[in-house]
């Protein structure tokens, strides 16, 4: 089986114009994913449960495993020297180095290092999720938020690790999507899920329905539909709901399916963060061939204002998205922005 390495070096071999820099930043990511990845499957051992005893910017609680991801992505990006910038979930501003070589640097990136931190202490899935950018400021400084506030379509690559019952980094460069596990005993990630593509339809729904009476009609609506008797289709679907964003979109993306964050009236923009958790996985699901949406609009084309602004979310199979936005469009068109 091909690894990551070989699979990079290869894809670089097909750009006569690749520097060869933006394969070391996928290479680095892959670092930092294996060491936070051993450091979580000894968490039950080692002293790394609970709470750090911060918050983060969002006003939530920073497990010890948000604040070690964090600092292990970081340290990696920083010290590849092909990035500018960082933005990150755990870091209210964007982060920067006082070193030339990141200021040469022509990529940003975007992530949430730890993806699902609540299910870290009950053995479920949990993942790290970014996306990568050119940097817009000028080579030779530091970057600068202007560099993040981006517009997903101007991605030039994105990713995820989902550490669950074995590990995977998948990423695309714009070319479709790739899917590599880690072989623990030899340390090394395997391409196993050649260009990957998200069935257009699937009978798994994604939604966290305590909040139900919050809920848009549209999208109240939608989900009467999808638990409708329609044996001539696949509904009833089924619900699954893990809670860590990253294992819920890995899960529909293989097997098809909709994950959906609404908005509610008290927080019209729902919980999801534009840059970090929202692009990254639009950016996949569309590489793939499914769709992502805020209910109304195409998540890669909403232009950002802030570092750690939210969004609504449907993502994945494209005729499951394309009917959830039917629904929104018909019952909540108040929700549109
Ligand atoms: P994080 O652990 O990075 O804060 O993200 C949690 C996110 C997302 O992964 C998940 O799908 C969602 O929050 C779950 O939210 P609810 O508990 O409100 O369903
Ligand atoms: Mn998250
Ligand atoms: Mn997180």
Redesign the pocket.
């Known amino acids: 089986m091909k690894t990551l390495i070989e699979f990079i070096n290869e894809k670089q071999a097909d750009f006569s114009y690749a520097t060869g820099e933006f394969s070391r930043l996928v290479h680095d990511i892959g670092i930092a994913a294996k060491i936070v990845n051993r450091e979580i499957n000894k968490a039950g051992i080692a002293d790394i449960f609970g709470n750090e005893g911060t918050v983060n910017v969002?006003g939530?609680e920073q497990?010890k495993l948000?604040v070690f991801a964090n600092n292990q992505f970081i340290k990696a990006l920083k010290h590849g020297g092909m990035v500018c910038a960082i933005a990150s979930?755990e870091n209210d501003e964007l982060i920067t180095f006082d070193n030339e070589l990141s200021n040469r640097g022509k990529y940003v990136v975007a992530m949430?290092?730890?993806?699902?931190?609540?299910?870290i202490e009950v053995n479920v899935s949990?993942?790290t999720?970014f996306s990568i950018f050119r940097r817009l400021s000028e080579s030779g400084s530091s970057g600068d938020v202007t560099d993040l506030l981006q517009p997903g379509t101007k991605m030039v690559a994105a990713g995820y690790v989902i550490y669950g019952s074995s590990t995977m980094l998948v990423y695309s460069t714009g070319y479709g999507v790739n899917g590599f596990t880690l072989d623990p005993s030899v340390g090394l990630f395997l391409l196993s899920h050649p260009e990957m593509k998200i069935p257009d339809g699937g009978n798994i729904y994604?939604?966290?329905e305590?909040?139900y009476i919050y809920f848009p009609e549209g999208v109240k609506e939608y989900i009467r539909y999808c638990q409708e008797d329609e044996p001539s289709s696949l509904r009833p679907y089924t619900t699954r709901?893990?809670?860590?964003?990253?294992?819920?979109f890995h899960r529909n993306l293989i097997r098809g399916g909709i994950?959906m964050?609404p908005g509610t009236k008290k927080n019209p923009n729902g919980?999801?963060?534009l840059l970090y958790?929202c692009n990254p996985v639009a950016f996949l699901a569309e590489q793939a061939g499914g769709k992502a949406s805020d209910g109304f609009r195409r998540i890669l084309e909403i232009q950002p204002e802030s570092l750690h602004q939210r969004t609504p979310l449907f993502v994945g199979s494209k005729h499951m998205v394309e009917k959830a936005e039917y629904f929104m469009n018909y019952f909540s068109r108040d929700f549109k922005k």
């Open positions: 969002q939530e497990k948000d979930e949430d290092p730890l993806d699902g931190s609540s299910n949990i993942g999720v994604s939604i966290n305590a909040n709901y893990i809670g860590s964003l990253v294992a819920d994950y964050y919980k999801l963060r958790e």
